[in-house]
């Protein structure tokens, strides 16, 4: 036996004759959508908020049905009909959307912003996740915490007796749900991007995202504003979600005339939603106020 080293030009050739294991530097190993990654980045986002699911599923259903009972009462005696149904049953979806939004926004604002505060922002820039994966991610877990605090909401109120849930619109339901939650989730990510402390997001849900959706229409029709008043909540966005989500419950609303007018609202959520969607992508993008 020899304890001497091998020659060099032998243990190069020996290295060159068994193949790495590793892939070749700086070449791209993931092509297309990172399914694995964004499906990873969903499940934790919708694991974390559901492990405290009394506060942020069924919590926001029992405020909910606060309001039901104290507007109700407040308001809904004498047999009060709007719209054709009860003050109760038209009360009711306005409710159910307006959780929703809210818990949306609540969702993605808070996840983004944590990991910046907290320093674990890194964990969702590290991956190899593309922008709009991550984008995909974060919305995707804030719109099922919205239907699933929807669901709840819906139960709440289905035990309360002065309401019902009648379905007139399934499509409407679906579509002014979606696009509300898909909405809410667009700016709370955004909101998130931009705040550099909670006292900040806190600040954007007290003075635009509570205004907007408790003065849009979710407790009255838009008849019994006075100008200027009137045009202006003709602008707000949340009032033709909760408008829209309440034609497909009752059949009817105050965005216009028709069906028409609600095809045309949807269209127009729609093209909201793009274009809020394309303002997130930008902002993942350019890295303002996360790599800094």
């Given at each position: 036996m020899s304890d001497q080293a091998p020659p060099a030009d032998a243990s190069l050739s020996a290295t060159d004759a068994v193949p790495s294991a590793l892939p070749e530097w700086g070449v791209a190993q993931i092509h297309g959508i990172n399914r694995i990654g964004l499906w990873s980045l969903y499940r934790k986002e919708v694991r974390r908020f559901f492990k405290v699911q009394t506060q942020t599923v069924w919590a926001p259903a029992f405020t909910t049905l606060l309001f039901l009972v104290i507007f109700s009462v407040a308001l809904g005696r004498g047999g009060r009909e709007i719209l054709g149904v009860t003050f109760e049953s038209f009360l009711a979806p306005g409710l159910i959307v307006m959780a929703m939004m809210q818990n949306s926004f609540a969702n993605s604002s808070f996840s983004f912003l944590s990991g910046k505060i907290q320093g674990t922002i890194i964990d969702l820039l590290m991956p190899p996740l593309s922008h709009g994966e991550l984008l995909a991610g974060i919305v995707g877990a804030a719109v099922?915490?919205?239907?699933?605090?929807?669901?709840?909401?819906?139960?709440?109120?289905?035990?309360?007796?002065?309401?019902?849930?009648?379905?007139?619109h399934v499509w409407a339901i679906a579509w002014f749900g979606l696009m509300g939650a898909m909405m809410l989730g667009f700016f709370g990510l955004?909101?998130?991007?931009?705040?550099?402390?909670?006292?900040?997001?806190?600040?954007?849900?007290?003075?635009i995202v509570a205004p907007l959706s408790l003065l849009s229409g979710t407790f009255y029709t838009l008849d019994r504003l006075h100008e200027p008043f009137y045009t202006i909540s003709h602008f707000n966005p949340f009032f033709y979600v909760i408008s829209g989500f309440r034609y497909g419950f009752i059949g009817q609303s105050d965005i216009g005339n028709g069906s028409?007018?609600?095809?045309?609202?949807?269209?127009?959520?729609?093209a909201l939603n793009a274009v809020l969607a394309l303002a997130s992508f930008a902002l993942l993008k350019s890295g303002w106020k996360i790599r800094s």
């Open positions: 099922t915490r919205a239907v699933l605090v929807g669901c709840a909401v819906a139960f709440a109120i289905f035990l309360y007796p002065g309401a019902k849930l009648m379905v007139s955004m909101a998130s991007i931009w705040a550099e402390k909670f006292d900040h997001n806190a600040a954007v849900t007290n003075f028409s007018d609600v095809l045309l609202a949807a269209a127009g959520l729609l």
